[in-house]
Structures are given as structure tokens and as C-alpha cells.
């Protein structure tokens, strides 16, 4: 059994403690000393200095991972699954690695956006100079001219990016529980229209600009000795300086600053932007949305900003598990009503596929997703079936919603 360096160093104390708790009443101070002492020990930094060098691949043959044909990531040399503790008592190391490997899967998913289900890259603004930040969206060929029917797909908040689902099913489960890909490949193959939202890219991270601080000395007129005696005890300051952020950050993590991407700073931001510069322009007659968790709050949002254009343009929205609020998000009564005709959400559930589920807030229709599945917090996402899908409906139906959305998924007229 390993024991850490922080182990170490508190250990002595720990034992102090315990002799002084057996002592009287005079021992208290003592014991008040040593807690204050404690309490002005930042374990999470003694802990970084255990830790290997955050140097990770940033290829999935780095990480001797890769998609097996059923989709699933498996260890190239063994084919396990993914393994999270990859070393043992290092929560916070495994965590980076986690997400270093994450960031590669975000990447791996984009290319199959292009590659795989032929979308287009768009970058936002529109308008966007060569210098400043920007985000992106990713559309088909036809989703601004196709006569008949558009599909948006917006993801939940976190980590996922545009045709992500939940990074944990992609990595624990399978590319077509975690990600959308077959929800817009049946939508393409059934003649939709695609457009994918990326509402989580709302800034580009820049590493802090170091502030460089003139030395006195360079405008100063004071004697020559007295400028030396200065400089010598700068020096010995940032020596101090250094030694302590050696300490105090061992793994020189970069300090980084958020720049935000104009018009696209927050997923209800980046909603209403998609809208009015792509989604309101297409010639789609019926425009459908299927939303998980808070893109249901982004589509809201969206409605109360733009209610009479929403209402003229969208037949039909499924909602999964959204994290909406009516109430707090203060939506008229024409939205309410609105939303009870034609949205629909399902929810982690027990009961039956499409059984009621009762709701206190007086929105749209809340039904299950025949059972719970507790990966990423909520429903896991299912492809659609290969049964055949009839035309569109009377907006006012309830049977309108890809199948898919819950883990054996609603019913899909479309």
C-alpha cells in the first residue's frame, strides 16, 4: 500500500491530536492550536505534489484507445472498456486525464459530423473579423432550402459540444447512445433538413498576459548603492515568490482568461442568434426541435425573445428530461398554452413508455421514458428504430417525436 506525501506530513499531527484528546481540560488549547493549524492546510495542494506531470496524449492512439466497429472505445491492446482509476489515490489526475481524453473524443465527434453524416461546418458570427473569437454550428446541404421539414438538435449544459448527447455515454457506453449521430442520420435519410446547435462554445480560453512590473531602478536617480540594495531585495522577493508558486502550483498549470464570442456568449444567446440568422431564414413549411435538458431552457428562452416567429415556423418540439421553467423564466400564457399543444417531455421514469407523468408546472405534457437510467444524470439516449415513419402531423398531435429520446424512446410521426 502506497502512502502519499501528504499522508506524511499530517500523519505527526494527527497522532498529537490524539495524545492531547486524552489529556484534561488543560490540554484544550493545544488542541485548538493544532486544529487551527489543520484548518490552514490546503490538502488538495499537498496532493498535486504526488502527482505524475498532467502530460497527456492528444490522439486516441495516444491513449491506446480506439472505436471498435459496434462504436464502443476499447483499450487497443487489451480491448477493455475505458478505465477511469487509472492510478490509484490520484482522483484529481485521473480527472485530467479524463478530461484530456474528452476533448479528443469532442474533436473525434466533429469529424464524424463532416465525414460520416456530411454536415457542413459553419462558424459564428457570421460577420466575425479574422482576430476575434468564434464558435461554430454544423448544418446539411438542404437545411436552408429544404421546402418541407427542418430538424435542430440542441444538447444539455457541461462539457458536451454540437453532436454530443453526454461525453460519459460515448466513452462508457457507445457513439450511438452518446452522441446524435443517429438521430440526424435517420432525419436525412427520412428527407429533413439538419441543423446541429454548439450552445457550450460560448468563449475561446488565452493564457493570462504576464504583467511585467518596471523596476524603480530604471527611472530612479538614487545613488548607485542604494539601487543595488533595492534590487537585491527584489530579487530575494521573487525568489520567495517562485519558490511558493512552486509549491503552491507544481504542475505550472497555465493561468488562462475567457474571451466570449460575441452575440453566442450563453447557450439562450446562442439559440436566438441560430435562430435569426439561420433557422428563421430556411424555407422548411414545419421546423421540429428535439432538445435534452437545459437546450429545453435555451428553446424557452428562444420563445419568449421570438414568440410570434417560433409560433408561425416550429410544429413541434421533444423535450428530454429539460430543465425549463415557466415560471422562473417568467413565459406568458400564449407560450404556456402554446407549449401544451405542441411540446412534449420525457422524463426518467419507472412507469410504462409514454404513461403520464404529473407536473407542477402548468407547461407542456411530461410522459416517461419507460425506465431510468442514472448515466449523466438522466435519459439515455437511443437511436431510432428501422420502422417506418409516416408524414407530418396536425401540430396539435402528441405522436409527433423521434423515437430514441428515452431509452426505448417515444413514438416518431414526423
Known sequence: MSISLSSLILLPIWISMAHIQQGGPDEKEKTTALKDLLSRIDLDELMKKDEPPLDFPDTLEGFEYAFNEKGQLRHIKTGEPFVFNYREDLHRWNQKRYEALGEIITKYVYDLLEKDCNLKKISIPVDATESE??????????????????????????????????????????????????????????????????????????????????????????????????????????????????????????EMMQLYIRENGSPEEHAVYVWDHFIAQSAAENVFFVAHSYGGLAF?????????????????????????????????????????????????????????????????????????????????????????LPGPPHPASAAWCPRGIGVHGPPLVL
Open 133 to 254: 473569437p468564434k464558435s461554430f454550428i454544423f448544418m446539411s446541404e438542404d437545411a436552408l432550402t429544404n421546402p418541407q421539414k427542418l430538424m435542430v438538435l440542441i444538447h444539455g449544459s457541461g462539457v458536451v459540444r454540437a453532436g454530443q448527447w453526454a461525453r460519459r455515454l460515448i466513452i462508457n457506453e457507445d457513439l450511438d447512445s452518446g452522441t446524435q449521430i443517429p438521430f440526424i442520420k435517420r432525419a436525412m435519410d427520412e428527407g429533413y433538413g439538419v441543423i446541429v446547435l454548439n450552445p457550450n462554445e460560448n468563449y475561446i480560453e488565452v493564457e493570462k498576459p504576464k504583467i511585467h512590473v518596471q523596476s524603480s531602478s530604471d527611472s530612479s536617480d538614487e545613488p548607485a548603492e542604494k539601487r543595488e540594495r533595492k534590487d537585491k531585495v527584489s530579487k530575494e522577493t521573487k525568489k520567495r515568490r517562485d519558490f511558493y508558486e512552486k509549491y503552491r502550483n507544481p504542475q505550472r498549470e497555465k
Open 300 to 388: 424557452v428562452e428562444l420563445m419568449i425573445q421570438r414568440e410570434a416567429d417560433v409560433k408561425s415556423k416550429v410544429t413541434a418540439v421533444a423535450l428530454t428530461d429539460s430543465v425549463h421553467n415557466v415560471w422562473h423564466q417568467e413565459a406568458g400564457k400564449t407560450i404556456r398554452e402554446w407549449m401544451r399543444e405542441n411540446c412534449c417531455n420525457w422524463v426518467s421514469s419507472s412507469e410504462p413508455l409514454d404513461t403520464s407523468v404529473e407536473s407542477m408546472l402548468p407547461d407542456c405534457p411530461r410522459v416517461s421514458a419507460a425506465r431510468v437510467a442514472f448515466l449523466h444524470g438522466g435519459l439515455l439516449l437511443s437511436p431510432w428504430p428501422s420502422s417506418p
